[in-house]
């Protein structure tokens, strides 16, 4: 500031060097006054898809192993059972998320008592979820090589046990990789559930980004959206390779 | 020990009927190797898996060391099994699971302390030579190596029966060699019966003491080794010797289903005075003795003087022409 031939150089940089530069500069000196809300945001997705995913793999991986089982040639074929349950997943698989969301609207009522908020959130993600997920399980638990389940059969092996201590762990390395497709999904689900006031950062960047006019905010929350989905794919891509033995 | 009587199994591919099992009697006696040989469709996977109810027949019976198969189902089923061993063409090994943890894994499903399991898989794996591969996982083995921890898990809960789903078809000659002879060892070391099945002539030449036949689901023969050999016309003892067929109506085939220290051929030509030209011949080692299959054109007045004086001998002769 002392010196006077800086001034005019640093303006005269901001003015014809385009304006990009100045506006991530402003975008910038922006974050800290934005920091307490997409903080807030950031926890409120991530509570969201923690509780989605939790029940996704609580619901989805016994209605994966399911329509595996229940499948000619399975564990314990009856196809009209998988008929049954093949359709309803199919019927969850059809519906755009953002349909979905309103469509259960009345059920997420139900059970939570508002439609609103993250909380709220939770059911139609769940919801969302699981026919996703059962799906990726039942892909993966198909790529099991038949021979080992036959020699598990010879080997006088309850079927109940040949899920557990077979199709399972052999299938693990499909099943983490299809839990972080589930993740990435519920990641993106969630910042469409901003879009009826589910909260997070899809919230924020409906909100403040698009109905208040703040390219900062929509900027922030996308960097923090690929930072999260990020984090979750690598975590996920080193579980699997930890865990593949083939 | 394995007794199948009257084995019927049919199958529905869309629209037409396969037949796989069209009444097949099989006996195994105790101690035994079996081999049931046969092209790939002729039934023998089928046959194999009718014994421990892995495919049920649609009719006939098994019966395993005594009991029953055909009538047990759930738990005693189950129970049954663990006392019939199986290997697998491709070896059918966990890839999640450690070599000790695949050789463990009968006996962790029948409820043995991790104590005892861990003493036995050490057993186990001494006896079919891996001691030191315990904590290697399935991909980091040879063929070889997985059909040995494939062997080591089949006999995990001491069964008395084995059962061999083509062990060595997926295998390498020498391989298939030390395979072969482990599962002799086996055999002699422990008193087990194995019934093999297999497309490959030469498992039933190194290790069967009994063997069949199979096509479309039958047994076109069976029976010992050596005495299917010494039969008339016996299909095993052509497909074990594959002589040029290209002899004319003197052509004669001579079987030595023993070594002889008799040198009939010169004894032949000049007793009987015949012309002895050699078309083609081999000699084996068959279920541990050495078997000869010869073809010959024999001319000259005195020729059925000499064909008779080798039958007297115990050699086989077939003509030709007959």
């Known amino acids: ?11 005269a940089s901001a003015a014809d060097g385009g304006s990009a ?9 922006d974050w800290p006054n934005m920091w307490p809300s997409l903080w807030l945001g950031t926890q409120d997705t991530v509570y969201m898809v923690v509780w989605a995913t939790l029940i996704s793999v609580l619901v989805g991986l016994p209605l994966g192993v399911l329509l595996v ?13 998988r008929a049954v349950l093949s359709a309803v997943v199919n019927i969850g698989r059809s519906l755009p998320f953002i349909v979905l969301m309103v469509a259960v609207l009345s059920l997420t009522r139900f059970l939570v008592g508002t439609t609103l908020g993250p909380t709220a959130a939770i059911v139609p993600l769940s919801i969302g979820a699981i026919p996703f997920f059962a799906r990726l399980v039942e892909t993966s638990l198909r790529e099991v090589d038949r021979g080992v389940v036959e020699a598990a059969h010879a ?59 703040n390219d900062h905010y929509l900027w922030a929350t996308v960097i923090l959206l690929i930072v999260i989905v990020q984090i979750a794919q690598s975590i996920g891509d080193l579980l699997v390779r930890r865990l593949s033995r083939r | 020990m394995i007794d199948a009587v009257g084995l019927h199994k049919a199958y529905r591919l869309k629209k037409h009927q396969v037949t796989a099992l069209d009444g097949v009697d099989l006996h195994v006696e105790p101690g035994e190797i079996f081999g049931v040989v046969g092209q790939s469709g002729a039934g023998k996977s089928t046959l194999l898996r009718s014994v421990n109810l892995l495919e049920r027949p649609d009719a006939g019976t098994v019966e395993v060391a005594g009991e029953e198969l055909t009538s047990l189902r759930g738990a005693r089923l189950r129970a049954a099994r663990r006392n019939i061993g199986m290997v697998h063409q491709h070896f059918a ?25 861990r003493a036995r898989v050490g057993e186990l794996l001494e006896l079919v030579g891996l001691g030191d591969k315990a904590r290697a996982y399935p991909a980091q083995l040879s063929g070889g190596q997985k059909q040995r921890v494939g062997i080591a898990r089949a006999l995990a809960s001491a069964p008395q029966v084995l059962l061999s789903d083509e062990a060595t078809s997926a295998l390498d000659p020498a391989t298939t060699d030390s395979i072969l002879a482990l599962l002799r060892r086996l055999r002699d070391e422990l008193g087990l019966t ?8 030469d498992v039933i030449k190194r290790i069967c003491d009994s063997a069949a036949i199979m096509e479309k689901g039958v047994f076109l023969e069976s029976g010992r080794v050596l005495d299917l050999i010494g039969t008339p016309g016996s299909l095993l003892a052509r497909s074990l010797f594959p002589l040029p067929a290209n002899g004319g109506p003197e052509t004669v085939f001579i079987t030595y289903p023993r070594s002889f220290d008799e040198p009939f051929m010169s004894e032949l030509t000049r007793r009987f005075d015949v012309d002895v030209n050699i078309l083609g011949g081999g000699v084996e ?26 039958s007297e001998h115990g050699l086989l002769v077939e003509e030709a022409g007959k």
Do not use: C
């Open chain 2, 194 to 201: 194995i019934l093999l099945i297999t497309h490959e002539m």
């Open chain 2, 285 to 310: 080692q068959v279920a541990g003795q050495s078997v000869g299959r010869l073809s010959v054109d024999m001319r000259g007045a005195r020729r059925a003087e000499a064909l008779a004086y080798l």
């Open chain 2, 93 to 117: 090994l966990l890839s999640s699971r450690t070599v000790a943890g695949n050789v463990g894994f009968p006996l962790e499903v029948s409820g043995v302390d991790r104590t005892r399991r």
């Open chain 1, 69 to 81: 089982s229940t499948d000619r040639g399975g564990l314990t074929p009856a196809p009209a059972v």
């Open chain 1, 1 to 11: 500031m002392t010196n006077p031939t800086d001034a005019p150089t640093l303006a």
């Open chain 1, 21 to 29: 530069w100045g506006a991530i500069v402003a975008f910038v000196q």
């Open chain 1, 155 to 213: 080997m006088g092996t309850r079927r109940f046990t040949i899920v557990g201590k077979v199709l399972l762990p052999e299938a693990l390395p499909g099943l983490i990789a299809g839990l972080v497709m589930t993740v990435v999904a519920l990641i993106s689900y969630s910042a469409m559930a901003g879009a009826i006031g589910g909260g997070g950062l899809g919230d924020l960047a409906i909100r403040e980004g698009y109905q208040r006019f």
